[in-house]
């Protein structure tokens, strides 16, 4: 029996060394676009993105490239005015922007970029690409399309020219068609108690107490090898299939049980996409996500952010014989775990951040990669990445949300014509109450709050002397006068009664029999003294008044 804490791994053997040389390797699925923009020599890059251009649905990356000093012959980033070395001025002929895609004709290119479009799929809340010229779809975005925007936003859309999404399917098939491996032959628990530590935070994942401290990252024993490593498990039975998760120890390379795990010993692929949407609270591996990220950026993840940015810290640029080859390796490493969407190495500061297209994706390989090396002595230090701060990004992932927004209320059966412009002359009403010169238009279409506000007072019965104060249930307020809100409600009500009997009287008014005319022919008898005949403005009919005593009368007066 080994001692306690010691791993044994189990080398694979030879008939599964003769299977993995026969798989697709991950490294062919990585487009030349991904390290098109990295220099071999001096600056680290040749060129550098300055935004993002292109229609709704078919964005892509704009990038300018390096310009040289025609006095001294030295590079200079695009964003320089002057030299670096001699302080020349920049031409306005040097550098220049550039497309971005690998296509030689630039007309061409641009022609072929706007046929294709991002789709939303609402089942697997991921986005796929299709030709609008011949209905050609795909999950993988296409070459014509250029570089994905410099920041993705909540959503990848996967590297250009890449054809990882059906390579890694292809590969998940010979999985599945032979058990799986056991990694480890005996694994002695670490996690022992120590006396007097009996309390465990779930969040930092240690026991606290007077035994609480931070213990230096050990370098990981083992590593998964999806070529000689994965295949099926009692997960990928049927009935199980659709609750079953990923195995957290397989993607370490420490699992013991091989085909009989409950847990699946591959990778999360597009087959898996809607399957695992399904529940966001839960990462691939079926841990709990909390809210936010952890102060450290290690841990599960958040729930409210789907991250899919990982930070790579711990590599020697030293071994290597410069950027461009580290950052190849990086791509080849990291790629194993999914389809990756954009490698960005920092290389002065040794550090890289490796985004990919699917959130679960970065869960397995940050898993995968911790604590373990590359192609020469690393430790990996992995964890989330917080949001890009370059300006240029920013505007990408808010731009590219809003692709996606437009795209998801698409697919739900809004239609929504994001391209579509105001009139010229259109202009957005105030964002307050406009007066029409209808007053009865006016309080049809908007709500009478005024109640709300009269109901606030009640009269009420002194028990003492009998007389009557008011009261304010809301404030508790009391008055021996009558609020104004409820002298102004009296008031409104009384005007509003007096309004409504004129205009009855109108009304009777004019449904009024027309007063006697005599026949045509006939002499009209004079008025007595002091009366005299008018025309009722509002309903047209004729009346008599006496002008000394200002009687009325709709019938002629007799006597004249």
């Known amino acids: 029996m080994p001692e306690k804490g010691t791993v044994v791994p189990l080398a694979p053997s030879q008939e599964r060394l003769g299977e993995a040389g026969r798989l697709e390797k991950p490294q062919n699925f990585v487009p030349e676009t991904g390290v098109s923009s990295r220099s071999s020599g001096g600056l680290s890059r040749h060129m550098i993105p300055v935004g993002v251009v292109g229609k709704m649905g078919s964005a892509y990356t704009l990038f300018e490239k390096n310009w040289v000093c025609e006095e001294c012959q030295t590079e200079n980033y695009a964003s320089r005015a002057r030299c670096i070395q001699c302080r020349a001025k920049k031409k306005k002929r040097e550098g220049g922007l550039v497309h971005g895609s690998a296509a030689n004709d630039e007309a061409t290119t641009l022609t072929a970029h706007g046929e294709w479009k991002e789709i939303f799929d609402p089942s697997a809340r991921h986005l796929y690409y299709v030709n609008t010229a011949t209905g050609e779809s795909q999950w993988e975005r296409p070459k014509e399309m250029g570089p994905t925007p410099h920041a993705s936003g909540w959503f990848g859309r996967g590297a250009a020219g890449s054809t990882a999404a059906s390579g890694y399917e292809r590969n998940n098939d010979v999985y599945v068609e032979r058990p799986a491996r056991r990694q480890v032959e005996y694994i002695a628990s670490k996690n022992t108690v120590l006396e007097g530590a009996y309390e465990y935070n779930i969040y930092w994942g240690k026991y606290v107490g007077d035994h609480w401290k931070d213990e230096e990252r050990e370098k990981s024993e083992t590593r998964c090898v999806l070529a000689t490593d994965a295949g099926y498990t009692k997960a990928d039975k049927k009935g199980r299939r659709a609750q079953a998760n990923f195995c957290l120890f397989f993607a370490r390379g420490s699992c013991a049980l091989g085909p009989e795990c409950r847990y699946f010993h591959r990778i999360p692929a597009k087959a898996d996409l809607e399957r695992l949407a399904k529940d966001e609270a839960r990462d691939c591996f079926g841990r709990e996500r909390h809210k936010d990220f952890r102060d450290d950026m290690t841990g599960v993840g958040a729930m409210m952010k789907p991250c899919r940015t990982l930070y790579v810290g711990g590599l020697v640029k030293a071994e290597y014989a410069d950027p461009a080859a580290l950052e190849e390796t990086i791509w080849r490493h990291f790629g194993e775990w999914g389809e990756l969407e954009n490698v960005n190495l920092v290389s002065r500061l040794s550090i890289a951040f490796v985004r990919y297209r699917y959130r679960s994706s970065a869960e397995f390989a940050r898993e995968a990669m911790s604590n373990n ?36 209320m698409n697919a739900r059966g809004a239609t929504v014509d994001a391209d579509a412009d105001h009139p010229a002359d259109y202009h957005l009403p105030a964002p307050k109450r406009l007066k029409t010169g209808d007053e009865e238009e006016e309080a049809a279409r908007y709500p009478d709050t005024d109640p709300q506000y009269e109901d606030e007072w009640r009269p009420v019965a002194d028990t003492q002397d009998g007389s009557t104060y008011w009261w304010n249930p809301r404030t508790n307020e009391t008055s021996r006068e009558a609020p104004h809100q409820v002298a102004d409600a009296n008031a409104d009500r009384a005007m509003a009664a007096l309004d409504a009997a004129d205009k009855a009287a109108a009304q009777a008014a004019a449904a009024a029999p027309a007063p006697h005319q005599p026949p045509q022919g006939e002499e009209t008898p004079s008025l007595p003294a002091g009366w005299a005949q008018t025309v009722d403005p509002a309903s047209g009919a004729t009346y008599f008044y006496h002008a000394a005593t200002q009687a009325t009368t709709w019938t002629r007066p007799a006597g004249g």
């Open 373 to 408: 090396s590359l192609d020469h002595d690393e430790n990996l230090n992995l964890r989330w990445a917080h949001d890009d701060p370059n300006p240029v990004a920013r505007d990408a992932s808010a731009r590219a949300d809003a692709d996606a927004l437009v795209q998801m």
